[in-house]
């Protein structure tokens, strides 16, 4: 099997009930409250892998205050290696703070804290054990240039770069040229495209302009209508699987760390994406974001009684 790397970021997540959102200078009680050591796109979808059995490394950093430090175990309790991790002194690390009010709307506010020293300079302290591996999977969570510089050297080496474009930002167009694959969700592929994606065709046309800016392939992540592979040849609907969805959240980085396995495992590229969206249907069926990420043997199981929606 080859070898993934995610290069990435961390977040301490907090989540908080309440029966509606404060005014300015409001105060108001949450009725349930929640702090998982686990989040960030890219510590999300190398515990997926390693949950998946992957050969996995985690590349990003973490401060050494508010248990930044206990992140490290949750990576290796999961199978991941993280001697490419650095834990800063006197930082907080990534941290989200999430409100979810009665309808479900919810606000998120996100302190990037440590993510935001990933920089050139440490991806060139870690670069043997870096480009040994083969698969690499980045997201926007950390300093754009360093995705930048590393999208550019691996692509000079021949490496498979996967962009997960989350939070989209409209000034990636330099790193597109570096990636394999991209894969935006509905919401992020119109910010991208800067227009609405509502059909099929719709769908050619926004992805289509990505593929123009240089991505070689495009894979939009629909949720419940599953997937879309946009390449110069034309597009392909991959149907989602019908599960019990309770909680859709890291569904989409489950979806990109069970493509990346298949990839890693020699897979073709529909079969890849078929895999990754079992990976990502099974998550929605449990609460929680890590916690919820499926086994190899649970998705396995899975696909032995699954079908796909219509």
Same mark, same amino acid.
């Given at each position: ?39 960030? @796109? ?36 999961? #199978? ?9 002194? #006197? ?11 009665? @309808? ?25 054990? /870096? ?25 000079r080496l021949g490496k498979t770069v996967i962009l997960d474009p989350a939070p989209a930002r409209r000034y990636t167009d330099e790193i597109f040229p570096f990636v394999d694959f991209a894969t935006p969700n509905e919401v992020e592929l119109a910010q991208l495209a800067g227009m609405e994606v509502d059909r099929e065709d719709s /769908? ?16 939009? @992540?629909?949720? @419940? ?26 569904? #989409? ?58």
């Amino acid at each position: 099997m080859k070898k993934i790397c995610v290069i990435g970021s961390f977040n301490i997540d907090m989540f908080g009930g309440v029966d509606s959102f404060p005014a300015v200078g409001e105060t108001v009680f949450t009725t349930s409250f929640d702090l998982f050591v686990g989040g960030g @796109k890219g510590a999300n979808q190398a515990v997926a892998l390693g949950r998946l059995g992957a050969d996995v490394r985690m590349v990003g950093m973490l401060g050494d205050r508010f248990y930044g430090p206990e992140y490290l175990d949750v990576l290796r309790t999961n #199978g991941v290696q993280s001697d490419t991790v650095e834990v800063v002194p #006197g930082m907080f690390p990534g941290a989200a703070f999430v409100a979810v009010d009665k @309808k479900g709307d919810n606000i998120l506010f996100v302190h990037s804290g440590a993510n935001l020293l990933v920089s050139v300079d440490f991806i060139q302290r870690h670069w043997e054990r /870096i480009a040994a591996c083969d698969i690499f999977l980045l997201q926007l969570e950390i300093p754009f240039a360093t995705n930048l510089h590393a999208a550019r050297e691996l692509k000079r080496l021949g490496k498979t770069v996967i962009l997960d474009p989350a939070p989209a930002r409209r000034y990636t167009d330099e790193i597109f040229p570096f990636v394999d694959f991209a894969t935006p969700n509905e919401v992020e592929l119109a910010q991208l495209a800067g227009m609405e994606v509502d059909r099929e065709d719709s /769908i050619a046309r926004t992805a289509g302009t990505l593929l123009d800016r240089g991505v070689k392939t495009v894979i939009a @992540k629909l949720g @419940k209508r599953g997937a879309y592979i946009v390449t110069p040849g034309g597009l392909t609907h991959v149907p989602a699987y019908a599960v019990e969805a309770v909680d859709p959240t890291a569904a #989409g980085d489950s979806f990109n760390a069970g493509f990346a396995l298949a990839l890693a495992e020699g897979r073709g590229l529909q079969e890849s994406v078929e895999f990754a969206n079992a990976v990502a249907g099974l998550s929605t069926t449990s609460m929680g974001a890590q916690s919820a990420m499926p086994t190899r043997d649970q998705v396995g199981e899975f696909l032995k009684t699954a079908r796909r929606r219509a």
